[in-house]
Each structure stands twice: as structure tokens, then as C-alpha cells.
């Protein structure tokens, strides 16, 4: 399963709410940190998406909570309506 540029930013975003930057040199959080070294190298190797299986067992656990949460909202929204 791979994980696109957009979805890791929304991700990233996510986590950066759930995890706000620290301290007075603001400082990521270990979970935004994970996510933005896999962003990161997606930049460099000019990747439109990235495979789970390519990054650490931490980002790979971050993206799964993260889609787990849309997937409930997504499912909660639908219904509420």
C-alpha cells in the first residue's frame, strides 16, 4: 500500500494538531519529526507517493492512526446523515 504527497501532508497536518510544536525553538513533535523525514525524502526523489512498507515501523503506525481517524469521522459523518 503506498501513501500519496497530498495524503502524507494531510497526515503530517493531522499529527501537527494532535502534536503541536514545543518550547521556544518550536520544535516538532516526535510524530510530525517521523512523518516529515518520509516527506522529506519524497522530495528528494521526486516520488508522487511512497510505499508504507519503505518507511520505519513509527511513521508506518502514524498513517495508519491517521487514515483509522478519517475512516471513523468519514464513517461517523455518513451516519449523521
Same mark, same amino acid.
Not at 12 to 15: A, G, K, L, P, V
Given at each position: 500500500m503506498n501513501i500519496s504527497m497530498p /495524503?502524507?501532508?494531510?497526515a503530517?497536518?493531522?499529527?501537527r494538531?494532535?502534536?503541536p510544536a514545543v518550547g521556544e525553538?518550536? &520544535?516538532l513533535s516526535? /510524530?510530525?519529526n517521523a512523518l516529515a523525514d518520509v516527506y522529506a525524502l519524497m522530495i528528494i526523489n521526486h516520488s508522487s507517493?511512497? &510505499?508504507l512498507?519503505?518507511?520505519g515501523s513509527v511513521a508506518q503506525q502514524l498513517i495508519g492512526a491517521w487514515r483509522q481517524t478519517m475512516l471513523d469521522v468519514?464513517?461517523?459523518n455518513q451516519s449523521m446523515g
Open positions: /495524503e502524507l501532508e494531510q503530517i497536518n493531522y499529527w494538531l494532535q502534536r525553538e518550536c &520544535a516526535p /510524530e510530525v507517493s511512497v &510505499a512498507a519503505s518507511m468519514s464513517t461517523s
